[in-house]
């Protein structure tokens, strides 16, 4: 079957999800049929069976319901999530499933326990008014080099560590502080609920792998991940303070492969590692000490233990914070010491001292 273009009907009605948010308002024409999808690919999809994903993260930040019969955007490319499902780019048009809320859709290659994916069908790809197809990479911004800046990185152990609580805490204490607070998640996947949770805590901007043009960080080398990193640190150019929220953990060979690049370690003053128990906490600081990186502290899911905090101690050279603590300005100022990043009160507002 030949390319060509096919009007949409009620194209104003086509749900735009998170994963789409950078698309402008009516830059969708037409759809494309008889042509094959490439990973990062703009696609109109039609809902055919509800599964596990029952709603979409619309890029508007409200989450919408979905139904048998409902259009809707979606971006077609590999996707690796344990936790959700795994997929691959799907070779032609027609049925696929939905792989995330986020918006993401594939042909599925490995998922968790529990209900099925949401089944899709790929009508076509969506095309702007000079019939280009539209990719990810295309709706990726323009952004300068980054900016000086307070940068700690939040590094789990492994998944369940509950990083995203430690990074969601220390937004809010540092943005308490008086800090302008970005937070960018250079691995992993888009996830929606995750960032709005950043910007509810007190981020003025919070970015991840979609800003650089990408659907996730499975399968890219160290120089592609470090290049997401430096995108997404130059898109928050402006903020204060910059949250790394290095998704996947320590577990990971990229990620252990990231943190441990001499780039990577230029980019940041300060990790807090996030851990379930005292044996992963322990590992994982002797790991951020081979990165030649300051451990600044750990916390994350080892504090719902005492016992499991005090048995990290025993182990460790920095303290071992509940969640709770890191949203504390005064206990910020404690925390930063080893890299002179203290926030220091002037005329109301806070002042970045870098150390030389």
């Given at each position: 079957?030949?390319?060509?273009?096919?009007?949409?009907?009620?194209?104003?009605?086509?749900?735009?999800?998170?994963?789409?948010?950078?698309?402008?308002?009516?830059?969708?024409?037409?759809?494309?049929?008889?042509?094959?999808?490439?990973?990062?690919?703009?696609?109109?999809?039609?809902?055919?069976?509800?599964?596990?994903?029952?709603?979409?993260?619309?890029?508007?930040?409200?989450?919408?319901?979905?139904?048998?019969?409902?259009?809707?955007?979606?971006?077609?490319?590999?996707?690796?999530?344990?936790?959700?499902?795994?997929?691959?780019?799907?070779?032609?048009?027609?049925?696929?499933?939905?792989?995330?809320?986020?918006?993401?859709?594939?042909?599925?290659?490995?998922?968790?326990?529990?209900?099925?994916?949401?089944?899709?069908?790929?009508?076509?790809?969506?095309?702007?008014?000079?019939?280009?197809?539209?990719?990810?990479?295309?709706?990726?911004?323009?952004?300068?080099?980054?900016?000086?800046?307070?940068?700690?990185?939040?590094?789990?152990?492994?998944?369940?560590?509950?990083?995203?609580?430690?990074?969601?805490a220390l937004t809010r204490g540092l943005s308490r502080a008086g800090f302008r607070v970005g937070v960018a998640?250079?691995?992993?996947?888009?996830?929606?609920?995750?960032?709005?949770?950043?910007?509810?805590?007190?981020?003025?901007?919070?970015?991840?792998?979609?800003?650089?043009?990408?659907?996730?960080?499975?399968?890219?080398?160290?120089?592609?991940?470090?290049?997401?990193?430096?995108?997404?640190?130059?898109?928050?150019?402006?903020?204060?303070?910059?949250?790394?929220?290095?998704?996947?953990?320590?577990?990971?060979?990229?990620?252990?492969?990231?943190?441990?690049?001499?780039?990577?370690?230029?980019?940041?003053?300060?990790?807090?590692?996030?851990?379930?128990?005292?044996?992963?906490?322990?590992?994982?600081?002797?790991?951020?000490?081979?990165?030649?990186?300051?451990?600044?502290?750990?916390?994350?899911?080892?504090?719902?233990?005492?016992?499991?905090?005090?048995?990290?101690?025993?182990?460790?050279?920095?303290?071992?914070?509940?969640?709770?603590?890191?949203?504390?300005?005064?206990?910020?100022?404690?925390?930063?010491?080893?890299?002179?990043?203290?926030?220091?009160?002037?005329?109301?507002?806070?002042?970045?001292?870098?150390?030389?």
């Amino acid at each position: 079957m030949s390319r060509s273009l096919v009007v949409i009907a009620a194209i104003r009605k086509l749900a735009v999800p998170d994963i789409c948010r950078h698309l402008l308002p009516g830059a969708v024409h037409a759809m494309a049929i008889g042509v094959c999808p490439s990973d990062g690919d703009i696609a109109v999809a039609e809902v055919l069976e509800i599964g596990r994903h029952s709603h979409i993260d619309l890029a508007s930040g409200r989450r919408a319901e979905l139904e048998a019969g409902d259009r809707l955007l979606v971006v077609v490319g590999r996707l690796f999530a344990p936790l959700e499902f795994s997929c691959e780019c799907p070779a032609a048009l027609g049925d696929c499933a939905l792989v995330s809320s986020a918006g993401a859709a594939g042909v599925v290659t490995g998922g968790a326990n529990g209900l099925p994916p949401t089944r899709l069908r790929l009508l076509g790809l969506a095309v702007d008014a000079d019939g280009a197809v539209l990719n990810l990479d295309r709706l990726t911004p323009a952004t300068a080099a980054p900016a000086e800046a307070l940068r700690i990185a939040v590094v789990s152990c492994a998944r369940g560590s509950h990083a995203t609580k430690v990074t969601a805490a220390l937004t809010r204490g540092l943005s308490r502080a008086g800090f302008r607070v970005g937070v960018a998640k250079p691995t992993g996947t888009a996830d929606a609920a995750e960032r709005w949770r950043f910007l509810d805590a007190g981020a003025c901007a919070a970015v991840d792998v979609v800003d650089a043009g990408r659907l996730c960080s499975a399968g890219l080398d160290t120089g592609d991940l470090m290049a997401v990193t430096s995108t997404l640190l130059g898109a928050l150019n402006g903020n204060q303070a910059v949250l790394l929220r290095v998704a996947g953990g320590l577990a990971r060979r990229d990620i252990r492969a990231l943190i441990a690049t001499p780039a990577f370690a230029g980019q940041v003053h300060g990790v807090v590692l996030a851990a379930a128990d005292a044996l992963s906490a322990i590992e994982g600081a002797r790991r951020i000490a081979e990165a030649g990186l300051t451990l600044l502290a750990v916390s994350g899911a080892i504090c719902r233990s005492p016992l499991a905090m005090a048995e990290a101690r025993n182990g460790l050279d920095c303290p071992v914070l509940d969640p709770q603590a890191l949203a504390l300005p005064n206990r910020l100022s404690a925390l930063l010491a080893p890299v002179a990043m203290v926030p220091a009160a002037v005329g109301g507002e806070r002042l970045l001292s870098i150390a030389a």
